[in-house]
């Protein structure tokens, strides 16, 4: 092995790059920089210059999730807006090759703040500075014109929550866990979210899985600033008040769970999620109607997400960059989603400024 691609499936990928037009060195080397609870992101490097690799876990993949091509169509349609994202290089769909599809973009140079401690060491003005980037970046994503830049066949433009509580109801159906408190939560959170379907205002790309440490950030200048986003495996056509909405309920403390260490998104320092709501509707997004079931639908989401990594925990025992914790955050996440979900969060204004009232965001 070469890393974590053996050199005959290294070979392979540099003939598919080379055949999409990419100037690759005669020899390839493979490194990995994280894996196990999402797709396997690989280092590509001839010496010279630098690519990303991305495909599947090789065990435990559920349906429709890490969807490596995904990613790669709607970075090739973002590629010549003022979206930052990495440039696209080759998509390959044959899994004989690597056990799975895999996409290659070029590498982009930049920072990761995933850790409590590696957001703490970066200063109170840098951290608002990255935290107005990621808002403005979000906003200027819902400003693309989805069908200009060849999108329009990405997905459904219309009944978007509807569609995730299908989605994410059949998520759990493969994922639950065996805990008849938790079967019972998720059942009302779901009969709730189908109750009170809104009306959908507005139509975009979404990312669908928005927060720092999915973002590369460039801090070399006087301004931080996104350099490009990643991990684009959730992204579709949809609502964007949705993204605004995940990207608030990941501020939630159980999201240490879900990753197994203290996150850069759960701080104290950062903005709260009223603040961050706020920030985004200045940056020029979309006014955030409908909030709390939004709201409520992303902590369904993300108890859901955690337990798919539980899943894959107890089916594979302990798998490389898995967690133990996760699914303790799922009870949690779902607690929050009813509370939102409950006549008293409904009866909080939902667009006042886009404000996001939850006690538990």
């Known amino acids: 092995m070469t890393g974590v691609l053996a050199e005959i499936e290294l070979a392979v990928v540099r003939r598919r790059m080379l055949a999409a ?15 196990g609870r999402s797709n396997l992101t690989v280092l590509l490097d001839d010496g010279v210059c630098r690519w990303v690799l991305r495909t599947p876990p090789r065990h435990g993949r559920t349906p429709s999730a890490h969807d490596v091509g995904r990613e790669f169509r709607v970075t090739s349609g973002l590629a010549t ?20 599809p895999f996409s290659v973009w070029e590498f982009v140079d930049g920072v990761t703040v995933q850790s409590r401690d590696q957001l703490d060491a ?26 200009v830049v060849g999108l329009e066949r990405f997905g459904r433009p219309d009944a ?27 059942i009302a959170v779901r009969r709730l979210l189908e109750e009170q379907i809104p009306e959908q205002v507005h139509t975009s790309i979404v990312h669908g899985d928005y927060r720092i440490d999915n973002a590369l950030l460039d801090l070399t200048g006087t301004t931080p600033r996104v350099a490009a986003v990643v991990d684009w495996e959730l992204s579709t056509i949809g609502d964007p008040v949705a993204d605004v909405a995940t990207m608030c309920a990941y501020r939630h ?22 603040a961050l709501a706020q920030r985004y509707e200045r940056a020029g997004g979309v006014e955030l109607a409908h909030w709390p079931v939004h709201l409520g639908l992303a902590y369904y989401k993300i108890a859901v997400i955690a337990a798919g990594i539980d899943y894959r925990w107890r089916a594979e025992g302990a798998p490389e960059g898995g967690n133990d914790t996760a699914g303790s955050a799922v009870a949690p996440f779902l607690e929050a989603a009813l509370t939102t979900l409950t006549a008293e969060g409904l009866s909080r204004p939902p667009t006042q400024g886009a404000r996001c009232r939850s006690t538990t965001c």
């Open 81 to 100: 807006t003022d979206v930052p994202v990495a440039a696209p290089v080759v998509f390959c769909e044959d899994e004989a090759l690597l056990g799975g």
């Open 160 to 186: 978007y929550v509807r569609r995730q509580i299908t989605r994410w109801s059949g998520q759990w159906e493969l994922v639950a866990p065996g805990d008849a408190t938790v079967q019972d939560h998720a």
């Open 122 to 147: 970066l200063g109170s003005e840098v951290v608002d500075g990255i935290t107005g980037a990621l808002v403005e970046t979000l906003a200027a994503l819902h400003r693309v014109d989805h069908v």
């Open 253 to 274: 403390p159980a999201f240490d769970q879900v990753l197994g260490f203290p996150t850069a998104w759960t701080s104290p320092s950062l903005d709260d999620a009223d």
């Open 21 to 35: 037009g990419a100037e690759v060195g005669p020899e390839l080397d493979g490194s990995l920089i994280s894996g």
